[in-house]
């Protein structure tokens, strides 16, 4: 009886083991799949204008993003400061200049690595579509 109970124990145990290193295994590739993300969207990306859906190719903004941490990332351009949130394709980031104005802008991420937004600004000026690539 004893035998048959330290088995059933011993079993159990490796049972656990495995549940617990396979779930370590898909946690470790869903943070390897997170960091290449992050990976790919890091740096500078150049913001154009879209009216009328044209690119405006001759005007642009840099923006600076860097990953932050798990799916958070900072902003940064030449006088203006954010921070946002990706989820899947979508992102967004709150923003504000040196002056105290504010807004947020809201993405799609493409395919091809290019993000086309919309900028909420603090006055009509300030509301714009835009297409960013690299």
Known sequence: MKKS??????LNIVVLFVITALSCVNNTSANKQQSKQEFLLKGPYKLHKVTNSVVETNTYVIMHLTPFDDNTFI????????????????????????DGKSGNTTFTINRDGSFDGHVNGYDDKSNWDFKAWK
């Open 75 to 98: 902003v940064r351009g030449e006088d203006w400061v954010g921070k946002g949130s990706i989820s899947g394709d979508t992102g967004s980031y709150k923003w504000k200049f040196d």
């Open 5 to 10: 109970m330290f088995r059933i124990i011993t």
